[in-house]
């Protein structure tokens, strides 16, 4: 019997080809063959949620793949990825070639699989299913409550706060974390506090520390010590005291291992430890699940890698006890497999955790099959892997009070020491934030209840309150998660637009609101409060779960949603621009004029008062007394890109950076027509004006160096200026070619250059911190990129969130 099958990736249809015979003819979709058309009406509310689809060039000549060899086979098998998208896109193929009359006479048949290795794949060929049609719908509802709010939103943003760009269900969600966090470090007042730390020695004389934690009796908060004078007066509570060893505490505690991988996890983790942004992370999973090169042959490395689940098989558990015993031996392996369980909520997408297909494939054994990326992802998912399954690490832990006679005083010390390292001899869990106690770490010495503590050195410590950190890739996608808010599987495209639409941007790996970003996020809160609100949010996501488990009717959703949200919108078409300034002046008067009604004194006339203005470019500051006075300022990091009819921006004066120590030459930050740059030195007059005009002499002009696109000007430094005075820098030469690679700036941004290929360096990325493996990379994705297929992938699927 002759079968056609079809899955997403060309790299997977040579993978699978692999595994299967000459009865079976494998192509690719290359994604979505379809999807809603950029247009109003796609989706009508009006005509029970009618949805019109779309069929472009680049699919079509992948769907007559498609339809010539079906006409030749007996049997259809949909092999797309295994989640809702993958069920969404056999749907569109089943859906396209039934309309075409294709399907008559033949089997169809939805075959799924988890990872990309011959016993995988044959299973689940004689494992067959039908479409799941709950699946289906749920990525219905999906994809029309994303178009109905970017495609109804949006218009409303683009007439009322001109310079937005877009909206979006989930997208400005994300956005408000981003901007919610920065206005509390804004708002953020540092407060002074002091600790008190003390040397002791025991019974031998061997050196130990402990902190105040009681004074007068009575227990000491974080800020009880709230100047110096508090804290020098504690130190002479202690120094004027004896103290004897209370009661040693003792326990042993004990670490289990990380649960292996999920989509977020692997997200989260690859952020902390490799430095990959979300959208990297899965482009490099993505091939090593599809197959990468080994010995002549395509083998898929690790599993599908978007899925909320936690287990693993029951076969692949074994292999892994087997490889633990074997490799460190009987006293790292439990004497049973731990069972993790998953969280989600929806039974229908909780497959297998991410994992090796084999852990017999060690890191160190494919190493030479890998570029510099896919191994470290690799090597990452591979330990989290194995030591999800290996004995929990012990640890003794002691706790001490050491008590003044009168007990007016405690001091506390404490230590750890392992005891056993267990699964930690292989992999430990990195943290967003190093907030741990030190105490812990600390280790010490033989202590005897009623023995002698004397005191050797008393040390008052000065510390400030710290505001909350920016949220990283790896902390945000952690809290969306935790507030239940999208998918694991759309986290990387979410956070992907919001830097794309200059929303925020990405610096020292730390999430910053533009200002752009800042006038959405209020603009929406101020007018569109529930459709922003975290609950609202997550409730939603719940719903559209519960329409894959067959829970409640799809259409039953989009009804409930559509007629509050339309009612919204609708009420938002008689604002005013007045009342929409009005409403965001108020809203960001600390953070526009830091709170202070002194500042919103014009500081060109001295008589008018700044306020928040609006022009088709984007938002400003001007004088109240225009046309008079035409003295505008630019909000930090958005000048308008041009001169309506509003006043010109009036630009500040060159910011000193400091003088090349090779020229001797003052670098200095300006603001142009075409965005911020870097100065050295200042023009000269040439003295045949007729010959620079034809730009026949240009000894007269100052070097120049423009800032990449989404460059904070406030963070540029000496460092940063001397860096791109240097550019095009050169990485080295193309590990196949030979072909020497650089990297520059264009119009568009950085760039590695390599013969005639030109790549783009992600914004996500320091171009200053490009490897010649990843320079490589980014040269070789460009060139293998199919022309096709780039609109209808899981990218475009997921854009409206």
């Known amino acids: 019997m002759k079968s056609v099958v079809v899955v997403e990736s060309p790299a997977k249809a040579k993978t699978i080809n692999r595994y299967l015979g000459n009865d079976y003819i494998v192509l690719a979709s290359y994604g979505h063959i379809r999807d809603l058309p950029s247009k109003n009406g796609s989706v009508d509310p009006d005509h029970d949620f009618k949805m019109v689809w779309e069929m472009q060039d680049r699919a079509k000549n992948k769907v007559n793949e498609i339809l010539k060899a079906v006409k030749g086979a007996d049997q259809l098998l949909l092999a797309t990825d295994p989640d809702r998208e993958g069920e969404a896109i056999s749907w569109h193929v089943q859906q396209v070639l039934n309309e075409k009359k294709a399907l008559v006479g033949k089997e169809v048949k939805r075959i799924v699989f988890h990872e990309i290795t011959k016993g995988a794949i044959q299973n689940a060929i004689q494992h067959p299913r039908e479409i799941d049609k709950k699946l289906v719908s749920a990525y219905l509802a999906r994809r029309a409550l994303d178009y109905l709010v970017g495609f109804t939103l949006s218009p409303v943003l683009w007439r009322k706060l001109p310079g937005a760009r877009s909206a979006g269900r989930v997208q400005s969600v994300a956005l408000r974390l981003i901007v919610e966090r920065e206005q509390e470090i804004e708002a953020f007042i540092t407060q002074e506090y002091w600790s008190i730390e003390a040397a002791l020695l025991n019974a031998a004389g061997q050196a130990y520390k402990a902190r105040l934690t009681h004074l007068h009796g009575k227990k000491l908060d974080k800020l009880a010590l709230k100047t110096e004078v508090d804290a020098q007066a504690a130190c002479a509570a202690i120094r004027s005291r004896s103290f004897l060893i209370g009661e040693v505490e003792k326990k042993q505690v004990k670490r289990n291992p990380a649960a292996p991988f999920t989509t977020s996890t692997l997200q989260q983790e690859a952020a902390r430890k490799l430095g990959f942004s979300a959208s990297r992370t899965m482009q490099v999973a993505q091939r090593l699940y599809e197959g990468v090169e080994i010995q002549g042959g395509l083998t898929g490395l690790i599993t599908y890698m978007r899925t909320d689940s936690?287990?693993?098989?029951?076969?692949?558990?074994?292999?892994?006890?087997?490889?633990?015993?074997?490799?460190?031996?009987?006293?790292?392996?439990?004497?049973?497999?731990?069972?993790f369980k998953s969280k989600s909520k929806n039974a229908q997408e909780a497959h297998e955790a991410v994992r090796p297909t084999s852990v017999l494939r060690r890191p160190e054994d494919v190493r030479a099959y890998l570029d510099d990326s896919h191994y470290k992802l690799y090597e990452l998912i591979w330990k989290r892997t194995v030591a999800s399954q290996m004995e929990t690490a012990?640890?003794?832990q002691v706790g001490v009070d050491i008590l003044s006679e009168d007990r007016q005083v405690i001091l506390?010390?404490?230590?750890?020491?392992?005891?056993f390292d267990g699964f930690m001899r292989l992999y430990l869990e990195g943290k967003d934030d190093a907030s741990g106690?030190?105490?812990?770490?600390?280790?010490?010495?033989?202590?005897?209840?009623?023995?002698?503590?004397?005191i050797q050195q008393v040390t008052p410590n000065q510390h400030f309150t710290q505001p909350p950190p920016r949220y990283s890739e790896a902390s945000l996608v952690k809290k969306l998660e935790e507030l239940g808010i999208g998918r694991p599987s759309t986290y990387a495209s979410i956070i992907q637009v919001l830097q794309d639409r200059d929303y925020v941007q990405l610096e020292k790996r730390q999430f910053i609101p533009a200002e752009r970003g800042r006038l959405v996020t209020s603009f929406l809160t101020n007018f569109f409060k529930r459709y922003v609100e975290y609950d609202f949010t997550a409730n939603l996501e719940e719903q559209l779960d519960d329409i894959s488990n067959g829970a409640v009717a799809w259409k039953e959703v989009l009804t409930q949603f559509w007629g509050s949200f339309k009612q919204t919108t609708d009420s938002t078409q008689s604002l005013t621009m007045t009342e929409v300034i009005d409403s965001l002046e108020k809203d960001l008067s600390h953070h526009l004029f830091h709170g202070d009604e002194a500042s919103r004194v014009c500081p060109q006339c001295q008589k008018g008062r700044l306020s928040l203005k609006l022009s088709r470019y984007g938002a400003f500051l001007g004088c109240s007394d225009y046309p008079e006075c035409k003295y505008t300022k630019p909000l930090s990091g958005d000048t308008p890109e041009g001169e309506g009819d509003e006043p010109?921006?009036?630009?500040?004066?060159?910011?000193?950076?400091?003088h090349d120590p090779d020229t001797g030459e003052e670098i200095t930050l300006r603001k142009g027509p075409y965005g911020p740059y870097l100065q050295w030195g200042e023009a000269k007059a040439s003295p045949d004006k007729e010959k620079q005009k034809k730009g026949k002499a240009s000894a007269g002009k100052p070097k120049r160096v423009a800032l990449p696109a989404g460059?904070?000007?406030e963070s540029v430094t000496f460092e940063t200026a001397m860096a791109l005075k240097a550019l095009p820098k050169t990485v080295g030469p193309h590990p196949d070619t030979g072909e020497i690679m650089s990297i520059s700036i264009g119009r568009f941004g950085p760039y590695v250059k390599c013969g005639s290929t030109f790549a783009s360096i992600p914004k996500s990325e320091d171009m200053f911190a490009i490897t010649l493996e990843r320079a490589a990379e980014l040269v070789t994705q460009k060139q293998n990129k199919p022309a096709s297929g780039r609109s209808f992938g899981r990218k475009k699927a997921n854009k409206s969130e």
């Open 412 to 419: 506390r010390a404490t230590g750890s020491t392992m005891t």
């Open 437 to 454: 106690d030190e105490d812990e770490e600390r280790l010490l010495p033989p202590l005897t209840e009623g023995e002698a503590a004397p």
């Open 711 to 713: 460059f904070n000007p």
């Open 394 to 396: 012990l640890f003794d």
């Open 310 to 339: 936690i287990a693993i098989s029951n076969e692949a558990i074994t292999e892994m006890r087997q490889h633990i015993d074997s490799v460190y031996g009987s006293k790292y392996l439990p004497s049973s497999p731990r069972v």
């Open 648 to 658: 010109p921006i009036v630009q500040d004066e060159p910011k000193v950076i400091g």
